[in-house]
């Protein structure tokens, strides 16, 4: 059996496994953050974010954020306060 586990056959199927598997979360978060009538976040490949902007916060501001980023279902902070100023923008 540990010579099975090993075999490229094996971690290929582990590999076409995990994707399936990644791109059905991915799905599943986009329907749900259009179902609430927010934005998902622009893929890296377009619109490469090469600019930075750093802002300094308090411990608590950071903890919200963090905490409502989080509840909201984004990646981070940065993806959260990002969406919300462009948003705010429009």
């Not at 927010?38 to 954020?65: D, H, K, S, Y």
């Amino acid at each position: 059996m540990k010579h099975c586990a090993g075999s490229p056959a094996i971690r290929r199927c582990f590999r076409h496994r995990i994707a399936a598997d990644t791109r059905k979360a991915l799905t599943a978060t986009v329907a749900t953050l259009l179902e609430q009538d927010e934005r998902p976040p622009t893929p890296a490949m377009i619109g490469r974010r090469t600019q930075q902007v750093n802002v300094r916060l308090t411990a608590e501001e950071r903890l919200l954020l963090d905490a409502v980023a989080k509840r909201k279902g984004y990646s981070g902070m940065s993806d959260f306060i990002r969406a919300v100023a462009v948003e705010a923008t429009r």
